[in-house]
Nanobody
Framework: QLQLVESGGGSVLPGGSLRLSCVASGISPERYDISWIRQAPGEERERVSCLSSSGGSRFFADAVKGRFAISRDVAKNTVYLQMDSLKPEDTAVYYC?????????WGQGTQVTVSS
């Protein structure tokens, strides 16, 4: 059964860093594009980053370019989102997702709060 589990969220001061993890079971992440999506209270979901199945292509939303990085560890079936220079506007629940056979699978999300 395919399952995505996020972790690594927390509360940090502006300018701080966090590394989110998305552990996939039931699939090999290197065979699919994996995305990180966030949703702030009262806001629509926003695609933050995406790593292509080949690992050769990365997408970043304009709001996070230069501050976030995406990577994966094939041996651990894990995709990471390294978030640096965090801002209060980065506060949201962060989800990873993957589309398999036209169906989108989501993790449960992990809360990121950036506040002084």
């Amino acid at each position: 059964q395919l399952q995505l589990v996020e972790s690594g969220g927390g509360s940090v001061l502006p300018g701080g860093s966090l590394r989110l993890s998305c552990v996939a079971s039931g699939i090999s992440p290197e065979r699919y594009d994996i995305s990180w999506i966030r949703q702030a209270p009262g806001e629509e979901r926003e695609r933050v980053s995406c790593l292509s199945s080949s690992g050769g292509s990365r997408f970043f939303a304009d709001a996070v370019k230069g501050r976030f990085a995406i990577s994966r560890d094939v041996a651990k079936n894990t995709v990471y989102l390294q978030m640096d220079s965090l801002k209060p506007e980065d506060t949201a629940v962060y989800y990873c997702n993957v589309v398999v056979s036209l169906y989108t699978y989501w993790g449960q999300g992990t809360q990121v709060t950036v506040s002084s």
